[in-house]
């Protein structure tokens, strides 16, 4: 009988920064190699998106939320 470990991750990124994109890959790709390895490892993945830069256009900001919460 296999027991059911969960694994709570949150994660803050900022919508249009290369580095959180790359590091949002590899995240995910740690998650399905964990799944692969450890089935009995769930896990729990929560967060969201913000804009550091105050120079970028309120629209990016606004049309990524929106592309996030449709997802």
Same mark, same amino acid.
């Given at each position: 009988?296999?027991?059911?470990?969960? %694994? =709570? $991750?949150?994660?803050?990124?900022?919508?249009?920064? =290369?580095?959180?994109?790359?590091?949002? @890959? @590899?995240?995910?790709?740690?998650?399905?190699? $964990?799944?692969? %390895?450890? #089935?009995? +490892? +769930?896990?729990? %993945?929560?967060?969201? @998106?913000?804009?550091?830069?105050?120079?970028? #256009? %309120?629209? +990016?900001?606004?049309?990524?939320?929106? @592309? +996030?919460?449709?997802?």
């Amino acid at each position: 009988m296999s027991s059911t470990k969960t %694994t =709570p $991750l949150e994660l803050y990124a900022d919508v249009v920064c =290369p580095w959180c994109w790359k590091g949002d @890959r @590899r995240l995910a790709a740690a998650i399905e190699q $964990l799944r692969q %390895t450890h #089935p009995e +490892v +769930v896990e729990h %993945t929560c967060g969201g @998106r913000y804009g550091v830069s105050g120079a970028q #256009p %309120t629209e +990016v900001f606004v049309e990524a939320r929106q @592309r +996030v919460a449709s997802e």
